[in-house]
């Protein structure tokens, strides 16, 4: 058909930057760091293309709330008169890869010619600048807004952050995988080491320095416990300033403009599916029916198996991810995870991570390789959206198509346990979570029990409770499936007292 090209999504251009001044406060802000990423993209897809888009989707941000909506903005700042302006509900880790895939739908059915997607945080310089307000007195943004959203059960036993809720996923992972907790971290921080090799060699990563493994599972004066068994090294770092952006359109209007064969970056099928928005009412933390659809579904979508791929982004916040996704697609963990450098040495800007893998992707593929896997993951390991990128061009049927499969993830997913709110009696530990403070010392944790009838209850454990925090951080037995008793602690909390042999 004559017409097929005009139904091919493919990415002409991408662009990234790292905002890095001496002085945080004299940073850009999020709009800034759109703006900036979009003129690059239009630099590489060979200028003139950001007057003339007719659509702009930005990922939403957080760093400056009173920008936004900043859609607009972003869009007057690169001189451009979008028909259609979208922005992302909330900053959410698949964000990106869903804007992707919204834009090549759109594309496909003739309703936009050219989708601009950025996203930008610049959390760094918006710390930095509400510091110097408050007179110097540090500012745990993420916490803030967590607090401000959460209430009920969580918010009393202090589950508010992702920080304080993946070790859930990590604890249940190893015990569930048959790991000690030495070979647990190793896996960790072969990973992780892995994505900082990456990150030394991709100029868009914020830093750029080869981690050895157990650098990165040992606690140091520079690697300080946050939330067991996870180190500073081991987490997303959101204390950055950057921006990315790319450019979709059709095959037919890319050759229309003289775009390079190889400059061209084609845009496969996609696939999305989402656990519960609570964390305590998930089916299991040692697996996600919605991870596992989203990841197998883009696959069989594409034709594609695991050999196929070239190279990959497995989200990677915290490594409990990466480790579920690599299972479920079945990476070798000698094989790098990541073209960006990971969440923590490629830079964790919030929901807009993966827009950075987009563009590291893109230019990934034009040196080599044909097919690319991107998963994003958001929330609380809530959100997942796959797809897949190739320099071969896509069958014209391949778009518009439908891509969320809810359906089978919930077909896939086990009963959720019944949640109590006051418990007090007899259970096992189902899994836990250990949190520090910021002198490394361990503030609290929080048990995920299972009473006799298989109802979940939360428990506490205070920071001053060595004993019991030792046994559920030294590795020497495994603390999922142990037993104890949840009994009466202070004000509305449980405490747990384990059963002692």
């Known amino acids: 058909m004559?017409?097929?090209?005009?139904r091919i999504p493919v990415i002409v251009g991408v662009g990234q930057l790292n905002d890095k001044p001496a002085n945080?406060?004299?940073?850009?802000?999020?709009?800034?760091?759109?703006?900036?990423?979009?003129r690059l993209a239009d630099d590489d897809a060979g200028g003139g293309w950001l007057k003339t888009i007719d659509s702009l989707a930005v990922v939403d941000q957080m760093s400056f709330r009173e920008l936004n909506p900043v859609a607009a903005s972003v869009a007057e700042q690169v001189g451009a008169t979008p028909r259609t302006v979208t922005q992302t509900p909330i900053p959410s880790g698949d964000s990106p890869i869903l804007l992707l895939n919204e834009a090549a739908n759109r594309i496909a059915a003739g309703e936009n010619s050219i989708v601009a997607v950025t996203g930008g945080e610049a959390l760094r310089t918006a710390a930095a600048r509400a510091a110097a307000a408050a007179g110097g007195a540090p500012r745990d943004m993420i916490r803030d807004s967590a607090r401000q959203r959460q209430a009920g059960l969580r918010q009393r036993y202090g589950l508010l952050t992702p920080t304080d809720v993946y070790p859930l996923y990590e604890n249940a992972c190893r015990a569930a995988w048959g790991q000690t907790l030495a070979e647990a971290q190793q896996e960790s921080g072969q990973i992780w080491s892995r994505f900082s090799e990456v990150a030394e060699n991709?100029?868009?990563?914020?830093?750029?320095?080869?981690?050895?493994p157990n650098?990165?599972?040992?606690p140091s004066a520079g690697n300080r416990p946050i939330a067991f068994p996870y180190n500073k090294l081991m987490v997303a770092n959101s204390s950055v300033n950057q921006g990315a952006g790319f450019l979709v359109t059709s095959l037919a209007e890319a050759r229309r403009r003289g775009v390079p064969e190889q400059q061209l970056v084609y845009v496969g099928r996609?696939?999305?599916?989402?656990?519960?928005?609570?964390?305590?009412?998930?089916?299991?933390f040692s697996q996600s029916a919605g991870m596992t659809t989203s990841i197998r579904k883009t696959l069989e979508l594409n034709g594609l198996a695991a050999g196929d791929i070239d190279c990959v982004e497995l989200y990677s916040c915290f490594p409990c991810v990466p480790k579920m996704a690599r299972r479920v697609l079945g990476w070798p963990v000698e094989?790098?995870?990541?073209?960006?450098?990971?969440?923590?040495?490629?830079?964790?800007?919030?929901g807009n991570y993966m827009s950075h893998a987009v563009v590291s992707m893109v230019l990934k593929l034009r040196e080599g390789g044909d097919k690319g896997l991107l998963f994003g993951n958001g929330g609380f390991a809530t959100h997942n959206h796959s797809i897949v990128l190739s320099r071969s061009p896509m069958p014209p049927d391949t778009f518009p198509h439908a891509y969320d499969f809810q359906h089978e993830a919930d077909a896939l997913r086990g009963p959720t346990p019944k949640l109590l709110d006051d418990y007090?009696?007899?259970?096992?530990?189902?899994?836990?979570?250990?949190?520090?403070?910021?002198?490394?010392?361990?503030r609290l944790a929080v048990i995920l029990g299972r009473a006799p009838d298989g109802s979940r209850f939360l428990a506490r454990v205070p920071g001053e409770d060595e004993p019991s925090i030792t046994f559920l951080t030294s590795g020497e037995t495994e603390p999922v499936g142990s037993a104890g008793e949840a009994v009466d602690g202070d004000d509305t909390l449980a405490f747990w007292r384990r059963q002692r042999a």
């Open 202 to 212: 991709n100029p868009g990563a914020w830093i750029r320095k080869r981690i050895e």
């Open 270 to 284: 996609g696939a999305a599916a989402q656990e519960s928005e609570d964390p305590l009412l998930r089916d299991s």
């Open 335 to 350: 094989r790098p995870a990541t073209v960006v450098g990971g969440l923590t040495f490629g830079g964790g800007p919030i």
């Open 215 to 218: 650098e990165i599972i040992e």
């Open 24 to 38: 945080p406060v004299e940073g850009l802000d999020s709009s800034q760091l759109m703006a900036a990423a979009l």
């Open 2 to 6: 004559s017409d097929e090209p005009s």
């Open 424 to 442: 007090r009696g007899p259970g096992t530990i189902e899994t836990y979570s250990v949190i520090y403070d910021r002198s490394g010392a361990p």
